[in-house]
């Protein structure tokens, strides 16, 4: 008789951010995650917390919803302490967020102003060291545990992405300190640099469709912009205990567009 083999992420205890809509990439981690035998809790934030809270109901087992908004660090006490009370321990984390005023996108780089600049690198860079730190105590308790983050590679200026650019530079040196710091600990910290797929963030980046056109034809293995699963499993293995002794890494999910010229 077969016996069921079990799931990537059976019995790991996952807290994951950014679900907006059922086209979140964070959504589709969300419920692979479940699928791989995860227990899921989401947060949502600000006027997206609504968001967050009905889009749960769509997953394949509803999780809580949780407020965390990384610009208020008392959320994240109230988080880390639900999180101790419910799980004793965090197997990992998703961290899937961003913003930039629209001052700091659209090709207008040399007009934003620090005000504005300093909220899109707060929020998109800055708070992955916010939730790796807040919560390390809880991933330490896991005995190996693993944080994700989703990226968009900024190693070269993008049209119109401008100080968002700048803020996931920031982000990337950003996981490559706290891979450092927290090695000791056992806690892994990745990213997947995901090629562009349509999402409720990614329309809001002006001239988003020049990224679709130019994506599908240059990458080597093709590239669907409105298919999130291959970044979602790149996730959750990164999330699994399939990747032990890596840490600081940036993997592309694009479909290879990373790797050749024009």
């Known amino acids: 008789m077969l016996v069921p083999m079990p799931g990537l992420l059976e ?15 964070a959504y589709a981690v969300a419920a692979l995650a479940q699928k791989e035998g995860a227990e899921v809790v989401l947060t949502g934030a600000g006027r997206g917390l609504s ?11 509803p999780p809580d919803v949780l407020e965390l908004d990384v610009t208020v660090p008392e959320h994240l006490e109230v988080v880390r302490s639900d999180l101790e009370r419910r799980w004793g321990a965090l ?7 961003g913003f930039a005023p629209p001052a700091c996108l659209g090709g207008n780089f040399l007009d934003a102003g620090w005000d504005d600049v300093k909220v899109a690198l707060e929020i998109s860079a800055y708070s992955l060291k916010h939730l790796a730190a807040g919560f390390r105590d809880l991933l330490r308790a896991a005995g190996t545990a693993s944080v994700v983050g989703l990226d968009f590679d900024a190693t070269v200026a993008w049209p119109g992405y401008d100080w968002m650019g700048v803020a996931k530079a920031a982000l990337e040196s ?10 000791a600990d056992r806690i892994r910290v990745n990213l997947v640099a995901a090629g562009p797929v349509k999402t409720m963030a990614a329309k809001s980046i002006p001239g988003f ?13 093709g590239w669907s912009v409105t298919d999130p699963e291959p970044v979602a499993r790149a996730c959750v293995a990164l999330l699994s205990d399939w990747f032990p002794a890596t840490t600081g890494e940036m993997v592309h999910v694009d479909g290879g567009f990373h ?3 024009v």
């Open 209 to 221: 469709s020049a990224f679709e056109d130019a994506w599908d034809g240059r990458a080597p293995l």
């Open 11 to 25: 019995g790991k205890r996952i807290l994951v951010t950014g679900v907006l809509t059922d086209d979140s990439l």
């Open 91 to 97: 197997d990992g984390v998703l961290h899937s967020i």
């Open 174 to 183: 950003t996981c490559r300190y706290l891979a450092r710091d927290l090695g």
């Open 51 to 61: 968001l967050t809270r009905r889009v749960a109901r769509h997953l394949p087992e």
């Open 259 to 261: 790797a050749v010229g």
